[in-house]
């Protein structure tokens, strides 16, 4: 509903103000292109050393090579490995292998204005005993970060919690056995204890969003825990991926269902992570793919989304976390433009801890909440989610290519090269 009530269903309205704004933009309210308060944080040596990393990720065929070698070599203990690649990819994008070894991460954040996200990067299992696991370790993040000042938020994946298998039949609407009954059940019995958890120590909870043909049985569970866990502030959180063509639509009709219930909505958004799993389905089961035919309709449909929520800030808190700077750059004019507090708690920024530090720092250095979204775990339990960071930003995206340049142009400025 907007504010007078009414719900919310056209988008047209939004799409030409979010042009409006962008169309308006002649003197940015932030300068992005600011190296030195991206890099403030880094000394001489770490930056020479963030150059060197950028610069061997840049190269297509080596990311390519080093995955398939890294993950043989971890998976057979192979001596060294472990230790290689804790001293280099993992430290650059993991907070630590344990919550105490994060701190100094977490503080050295926020020395920078910066908050930490924590994830417990272990990909998902198949056991109950590992699903059980998981949820313990979101309940000791979430009892860590009440201590903090600096740690708002806790991320988890719901197929770290439950079978993928099991939501996949939920979805395509399979009768439950006794068994997967019960299953299912151990499902909400720990997204509840999590949320539990969470509530009463005044932490929230961001839930990812994941396949397609599992998503539809993930908001189910996720809306379920923000009817009864949002009614007075938002703890919980789905995850949007608007690069899908039904999203921004769902997003609309989440809020308009959240107001009709009574609770506020958490929504955190991104483009997406499994494109090319989701287009490969589409095509070898032979139906239309979900996902937006081309970038400039992403673009379109995320920076509309991001719109509404601002538009509708006192009954939506969101995450808009994403390394593209023209949707970070519209939040924050948008914010600004309305004389809503660059602090304000239902508006937010999030960026991959070791990526995009110019976004980050600037918006911390201007006023902005901003997060970085740290994992932590045991590295050789890490390295699926590290080689996706080298894979999905390597010189193909040019997103590495980004970065590498951004710290050349540090260097330079810091007279080192």
Known sequence: MDNAGKPVKDVEHIKKAVQA?????????????????????????????????????????????????????????????EGVVKNTIFEQFCGGTTLLECDKTIQRLARQNTLTILDYGAEAKEKEEDFNHTMNESIRAIEFASHSNSIPVVSTKITGLGRFALLEAVQRGEAFTPETRVEYKSILKRLDAICHVAARNGIAVFFDAEESWIQDAIDH??????????????????????????????????????????????????????????????????????????????????????????????????????????????????????????????????????????????????????????????????????????????????????????VQEEIKRRGLA
């Open 21 to 81: 704004v962008m169309d308006g933009v002649k003197e940015p309210v932030i300068d992005f292109s600011n190296t030195e308060n991206a890099f403030a944080g880094k000394t001489d040596k770490e930056l020479k050393k963030a150059a060197w990393l950028f610069g061997l990720m840049n190269n297509h065929w080596l990311v390519g090579i080093g995955s398939k070698v890294g993950v043989t070599a971890i998976r057979l203990h192979l001596p060294f490995v």
């Open 221 to 406: 569970l996720v809306t379920v825990m923000m009817r009864r866990y949002n009614r007075e502030k938002v703890v919980v959180y789905n995850t949007f991926q608007l690069y899908r063509k039904d999203r921004l639509q769902f997003l609309i009709d989440s809020f308009n269902q959240a107001r009709e219930g009574g609770y506020l909505l958490g929504a955190k958004l991104v483009r997406g992570a499994y494109m090319e799993k989701e287009r490969e389905r589409a095509e070898r089961l032979n139906y239309p793919s979900p996902i937006h035919p081309n970038k400039a309709a992403t673009d379109d449909a995320y920076n509309t989304a991001l719109r509404f929520c601002v538009d509708n800030y006192q009954h939506i808190a969101s995450c808009n976390a994403s390394h593209n700077t023209i949707s970070t750059l519209l939040q924050a004019e948008l914010i600004n433009q309305k004389g809503i507090p660059r602090n304000h708690p239902h508006l937010n920024f999030c960026q991959l801890y070791g990526m995009s530090d110019n976004l980050t720092f600037n918006l911390a250095k201007a006023g902005f909440n901003v997060a970085k979204y740290v994992p932590y775990g045991p590295v050789r339990e890490v390295v699926p989610y590290l080689i996706r960071r080298a894979q999905e930003n390597s010189s193909v995206t040019g997103d590495m290519g980004r970065e590498f340049q951004l």
